[in-house]
């Protein structure tokens, strides 16, 4: 059993957003597949980190659950900033079931233990958010973030946290949601949102004393992201 982690990979089977409109994401959804198939097992997990689907509605991105619900392995899906189609844990659980989705489980507001691991996690929040009204949202994601993080301790083993946006970043941390990672003992942060050339202000490797890491796909060029269990 093994767990990886892999960010924004934007499936867009029945929406008119192709991706490889831009450099470095030609043939993704093949090169993902490929990556993904000779990596992950049945008994593994994934969890993808947000920006999932294009799709606006769940009908819309039902094509691109279903290419994920026919990969290896169980998949924890995390909301991003383009997860429109995102709903609650009840009526996802539903809706997955109702269309026999049955490796796709939502991060949200909850956790899960996987080995010796607990999976924490929410979308999080821009680092440089200043718009009005935006500290409603840092505080709500802050309160997602602690509850699953309150979740994963339930369960025991090491808290590991995943999230859409980067908590960190060279030229700035967002830090109310730094806050809560270190306010709990944090040690395991991993993170998308960024790509091409934006990468270069990701953090890989420990701040604060936390090791972060970016998963998002075009910056993994399609290949999930192996998380150490120990």
Not at 37 to 62: A, F, H, P, R, Y
Not at 132 to 159: F, N, P, V, W, Y
Request: aromatic share 12%; glycine share 10%; proline share 2%.
């Amino acid at each position: 059993m093994s767990v990886f982690a892999i960010g924004d990979t934007h499936l867009s089977f029945s929406s008119d957003k192709p991706m490889n409109v831009f450099k470095g994401w030609d043939d993704y959804v093949l090169r993902l597949q490929n990556k993904w198939q000779k990596l992950v097992k049945t008994e593994d997990t994934v969890i993808i980190n947000g920006d999932i689907s294009w799709g606006m509605t769940l009908s819309e991105s039902e094509k691109d659950f279903e290419f994920l619900n026919g990969l290896n392995g169980t998949k924890i899906l995390i909301k991003g900033n383009h997860d429109y189609w995102w709903n609650t844990l009840t009526k996802m659980n539903n809706y997955f079931q109702s269309k026999g989705f049955d490796t796709l489980k939502i991060l949200n507001n909850n956790a899960y233990r996987i080995g010796d691991i607990s999976v924490a996690g929410t979308r999080g929040w821009f680092f440089d958010a200043e718009k009005q009204g935006e500290d409603k949202i840092m505080a709500r994601e802050c309160a997602r973030l602690q509850r699953s993080i309150d979740e994963a301790k339930k369960l025991g083993g090491e808290t590991v946290v995943f999230l859409h946006y980067p908590p960190v970043s060279n030229v700035g941390d967002c830090e109310p949601i730094l806050d809560v990672l270190l306010a709990n003992g944090i040690k395991r942060c991993y993170y998308g949102h960024l790509h091409g050339g934006a990468a270069h202000i990701a953090v890989n490797g420990k701040k604060h004393g936390i090791d972060f890491r970016l998963v998002s796909a075009d910056y993994l060029e399609f290949c999930p992201y192996s998380i150490s269990l120990g």
